[in-house]
């Protein structure tokens, strides 16, 4: 069955420290992967993909994701958080087509000064 | 530059009672979704459309109706509001055609209490 396991539901870093959030799916095809990010009281904006090529890809606002297939994941990290990257993020598997896309249950990032 | 928009943001029920949540987007994409999110259980899709008049469920269909009649509008209907139907909705569009990424555009969603 097709899932998405970010195994941290919360995680405290300190401002300037780096992140590093895990994700790992399942899936029967290539995927296409994603991390979205949600603050509160928004919805969720999209910060980086992956679909193939290269497998380190670069997103919005500094962050990074590493795609291993023989892992079967799709680390989010980011070298060094703000206060402002406080948020919930999601990972996210699937295809072209959206209703193809399985989201995993997020992980709620507190940044301490 | 509006993208996708949801109204009501805020609404309260009583169990029993209908409403709809409305959702509009100008991006000219052919597909549209109604997610669910719940407390650490991420996003469940409820249904989905991939153009005008055509409607599909999702993972979570039960106590929910869509209509599709143009491109732009994909409201959601709750028939009989119960307790469960407690949660924040979100409204969700992606291109679908030739060149689609898969990457899905929200609105601010709506948060729903049945009391």
């Known amino acids: 069955a097709q899932s998405v396991t970010q195994p941290d539901i919360h995680i405290t870093v300190s401002e300037g420290a780096s992140l590093e959030l895990r994700c790992n799916y399942s899936?029967?095809?290539?995927?296409?992967l994603f991390w979205y990010v949600q603050s509160p009281g928004q919805g969720l904006q999209l910060l980086l993909k992956y679909f193939s090529g290269d497998t380190l890809v670069q997103g919005i606002k500094g962050f990074e994701a590493e795609f291993k297939r023989s892992q079967s994941s799709f680390n989010l990290r980011k070298p060094s958080v703000h206060w402002s990257d406080a948020a919930e993020y999601f990972c996210a598997v699937g295809d072209t087509g959206g209703f193809k896309t399985i989201f995993g249950a997020g992980t709620r990032l507190f940044v301490k000064a | 530059n509006a993208g996708v928009t949801q109204t009501p943001k805020f609404r309260i029920l009583k169990i029993g009672q209908s409403m709809t949540l409305q959702c509009t987007q100008d991006m000219n994409h052919n597909y549209m979704y109604w997610y669910r999110q719940d407390p650490g259980m991420g996003l469940k899709l409820i249904y989905y459309s991939v153009g005008a008049g055509i409607t599909d469920k999702g993972e979570v269909p039960n106590g929910y109706n869509v209509s599709r009649s143009t491109t732009e509008d994909f409201p959601l209907r709750l028939e009989l509001a119960a307790p469960s139907q407690t949660s924040v909705y979100f409204c969700?569009?992606?291109?679908?055609?030739?060149?689609?990424?898969?990457?899905?555009?929200f609105g601010e969603g709506s948060r729903l209490t049945v009391l």
């Open positions: 969700a569009s992606s291109s679908g055609g030739q060149g689609d990424t898969g990457e899905l555009f």
């Open positions: 899936y029967g095809a290539t995927p296409y």
